[in-house]
């Protein structure tokens, strides 16, 4: 697989610098094409800065639809020749001109145990609703919002004291740890898709 990603990014983007540091740091076998803000407050286009990575703006408001903005932003990883899209803090649904153009080639990151608490606030979602555990998702992306095929999970403990802020921090730290693990498990291949199920193949699993 063409292992030159494109991040997509809303904000804040320690997502986006976990992915940068696993690269530098060799876990993640991959480079970074361009980071993608449709703000232009985004913390994270500092952050690709600093890293050397292109950056651009496109900024959905500069649209007349999500379809056009979508056409954009499919456009522009196209002629960078990216390979695998990673949404990471982009706060925006995925049209069809960006989902035709990346089948199964666009990955998100939910700090939830989907299909539970999808959306916003998952985190305040599973302290309101009283899980014990929670978690990390990596999945692909469908149209449907937090709902695409799962790469991987990685659980959580919620505990009795925890606020919206401490449970937050603790998902985070393993986002951080997710999200190169599972971009690499995508690159490497050696998987499918059947119905709502990603399957690795045995020789891929173990290796
Ligand atoms: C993360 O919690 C991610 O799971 C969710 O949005 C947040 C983005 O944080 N989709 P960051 O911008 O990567 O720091």
Known sequence: MNRRLGVLISGRGSNLQALIDAIQGGRLTATIGVVISNRADAAGLQRAGQAGIETLCIDHRDYSSRFDHDAAVAREMQSRDVGLVCLAGYMRLVAAPLLDAF????????????????????????????????????????????????????????????????????????????YPDAVQTVLDGGWRVIGRRFLRSASAASG
């Open 103 to 178: 089948p199964n080639a666009i990955l998100n990151i939910h700090p939830s145990l989907l299909p539970a608490f999808p959306g916003v606030d998952a985190q305040r979602q599973a302290i309101e609703h009283g899980t014990k555990v929670s978690g990390v998702t990596v999945h692909l992306v469908t149209a449907e919002l937090d709902n695409g095929p799962i790469i991987i999970q990685r659980t959580v403990p919620v505990h009795d004291d925890d606020t919206v802020e401490t449970l937050s921090a603790r998902i985070l730290a393993e986002e951080h740890r997710a």
